[in-house]
Every structure is written in C-alpha cells, then in structure tokens.
C-alpha cells in the first residue's frame, strides 16, 4: 500500500510539472523542444492519412448501408463479437412483394404473370445486391476499419508518449538551466573571508550545494534525452508504415472497384434479361401497351402489332414503324435534295436496320447530317452519311447544337 501511494504521489508530481510546462510552452514563457523535420512530416502525413480514411470509410458505410438504424445495429453486434444477421435487401424484399401480389391477382392473368416475372428478376438483383455489400466490406471496409482501430491507435499512443517524453526533456533543460543560473549567482557573491568570514562559509556551502544540483540535474537531462531519442526513433518507424498502408489501401481501393464494376453489370444483364423477357411477350397479353396518345407525345402512333422493338431495347434488328399515312408514298429520297439552310448534326443513339429502301440504317454513336421536307411526319427526318440518304426515326437521334 505504501508503495502504491508513493507511485500515485509520483505520478501526480510528473502530471503536475508536464503540465506547468506545457501551459508556460503555450504562455511564451518556456522553450519548447522542436521535433526533426523529417519527423513533423511523417506526423503531418499520418494525421491526414488517419482524416481522410475515416472520412472514406464513414461515406463508404453509408453508401453501401444507407438506413442509420441498421449501420447502428451493426456496429453493436461487432463490439459485442456476435454475427451480425442476415438483412434482406430491398431489391428482395420488393421482389417478394411483387409474387405475393401475383398469387391474389392471378398467375394466369397478363399482370399476375408480368409481376411474377419482374418480382423474380428484382430478387436477383437484391441478391446481387447482397454478395456486392458482403464483398465490400470484406475487400473494403475490414481493411480500413481494422488501420483506424489498430494501426492508427498504436500510432496515436506511441506519439502521445513521445509528447511526455519531449515535455519531461524541456523540464529537465529548464531544472538545468535555472540549476547553473544558481550556481553563478552563489560563485559571484562578495568575498567575505577578512570581515565576515561566516558569510564566506556559507556562500561556499550555498555554491557547493548549487554544483551538485547542477550536476544532477545535468544527469536527469541525460537520461531525458535518451528516452526522447528513443521514443522519437519509435515513432517514426511506425510513421513511416504509413507508406504500406497506402499501398494496401490501393489494393483494396481496385478490390472495391472491381466487386463494384462486377455488380453493375450483373445488374445491367439481369435489366436486358428482364427487357427481353417482357418484350418477347405479345402484344395480346399486354393490350394498348404500347398505344400512345398523339396529342401529348412526339412519337408515332403505333398499334400492339405494329411495333417491335422500342429504342434501347436488346434486339438491335428490330425498328420503330410509323404508321402515319399524311406522309405521300410517292416520296422519292433520292430526288429529295437538303434545303439551303437547316441541315443540322445528329448523333446516333442506338441501331436502327432499315425497313425498305426509303430509310437509312444507322449504327450507334454514329454522326450523320439530318434535315426536314415540308410534308414530312415530325417523327422522321432525312439522313445522310456520305452518300447514302434516306429516312431516319427521330427518337433513335440526339441533335446537336
């Protein structure tokens, strides 16, 4: 028990004359040790390593999880080391609701059977969903969390000492310091020996006593420094493993990407799947579908059997038909030649296979020179790529200025 009190009066005694030194530090009333340069920008980049990983992680935790509630649940059930349970995702849950709804409408109805197919389809894309979140944090996240609460709090308690270690230095100079300042004083005070020779006893004692301050103080300065040394030696060892974090942290940053490219995909071929899927149902199942009203749209009209495809769908073989009649067949492209003024530049958004020899094929991507004629559906311009001509559907076009 005696010894504890001794450590905790110790102890108090080290806090106590740290932190005189440091608020005297902050006050300009006391020197302060500087730290290398090399040092400071090893600090300097570790103190914006650990900033910007958090900022990444915490945005990538949203990202990939954006309900606060299940993030919190989360993160509970890993500081108390318990697997955290399966969450279905929303792309199931929807999916679920979707063959539910099927069963009570009818399977055998057009929107019973559309639901099924669809609600199928959006399962797969909440599964794909899953795997995509359960690489992410393996490949992603595990890795910076486990810099943040590993390597970084290492970090951050060795530099912690090494501050007490710098603090305890400057004490140590100061003690010195102000040890020697004593030591001239009492070394420069009047002779006395002839009248007073008491005085002069005591003024030898006085500077003796100062002398063997002075020397330990010298030795408690010794002792500093080679602590700080050393701690500054730690210090910067672990600093510089900054460098390899970076570069596993690039490795999981490509990881990352990849599981992301690999998801998008999978979930562009499950969406072209599903496109053809209801595409290559008939227009019976579905009926005025495809019916639009000419008053509130730009596109033709068009009956169930008369359309095939629309554009972005998967078949590029496929084309838009007009069934406008106010369009003369008689209409010759070859005799038709561009007006003076309104030709403009257009590029192809999708492929477009020609229906007879009047229309031009177009490939996407594509740059061609479009016009009007008077007469003309709205719903068709002319084309022309080098010497070729002929019609050209509008909504398989992007104008350009």
């Keep these: 028990m005696d010894f504890n009190v001794k450590k905790l009066a110790s102890d ?3 806090f106590f004359t740290r932190a005189v030194q440091f608020t005297e530090e902050k006050l300009g009333q006391a020197e302060k040790t500087e730290l290398d340069a090399h040092l400071e920008n090893l600090i300097a980049r570790g103190d914006c390593t650990k900033n910007w990983t958090e900022k990444i992680f915490r945005q990538t935790e949203v990202l990939l999880q954006p309900n606060p509630s299940a993030r919190i649940e989360e993160f509970f059930y890993e500081k108390l080391d318990r697997k955290i349970p399966s969450r279905t995702t929303n792309g199931e849950l929807l999916g679920q609701y979707m063959l539910d709804a099927a069963k009570d409408f009818g399977p055998g109805t057009p ?4 639901l099924i197919t669809v609600g199928e389809y959006q399962k797969r894309l ?3 969903e899953r795997e995509f979140l359960q690489t992410s944090a393996i490949s992603f996240l595990t890795p910076l969390r486990n810099f943040l609460e590993g390597d970084w ?4 308690k060795e530099r912690r000492l090494l501050e007490n270690r710098r603090l305890d230095l400057d004490v140590c100079k100061a003690r010195l310091k102000k040890a020697k300042l004593a030591e001239a004083k009492a070394a420069a005070a009047p002779d006395f020996q002839e009248t007073r020779p008491r005085n002069y006893v005591l003024s030898a004692s006085a500077s003796a ?3 063997e301050e002075v020397d330990k103080a010298e030795h408690e300065l010794r002792v500093a420094q080679t602590e700080f040394d050393r701690q500054a ?3 910067r060892l672990l600093l510089e493993g900054i460098s390899s974090t970076h570069v596993n942290h690039l490795r999981c940053l490509h990881e990352f990407v990849e599981a992301q490219a690999a998801y998008y995909a999978q979930c562009h071929k499950l969406m072209q799947e599903l496109q053809k899927d209801l595409s290559s149902a008939n ?3 579905i009926p005025n579908a495809f019916v639009i009203n000419p008053s509130t749209s730009g596109m033709s009209v068009c009956s169930p059997h008369s359309v095939t495809s629309l554009p972005g769908a998967s078949s590029p073989s496929r084309s838009l038909v007009s069934t406008n009649t106010l369009e003369p067949e008689t209409l010759k492209i070859e005799e038709v030649k561009p007006p003076a003024t309104g030709t403009r530049k257009a590029k192809v958004l999708y492929d477009y296979h020609a229906a007879d020899t009047s229309e031009l094929s177009l490939f996407s991507d594509e740059l061609i020179t479009v016009y009007t004629m008077p007469g003309m559906d709205p719903d068709w311009l002319i084309g022309e790529r080098g010497n070729e001509k002929g019609k050209v559907p509008v909504t398989y076009l992007e104008l350009l200025s």
Excluded at 111 to 114: D, I, L, R, V
Excluded at 153 to 156: E, H
């Design 233 to 235: 030696e730690v210090t």
């Design 111 to 114: 929107y019973g059977s559309t």
């Design 126 to 128: 909440g599964g794909a």
């Design 153 to 156: 709090r290492t970090i951050s």
């Design 12 to 14: 108090a005694g080290v």
């Design 209 to 211: 006593l100062w002398s």
């Design 283 to 285: 227009g019976d199942s």
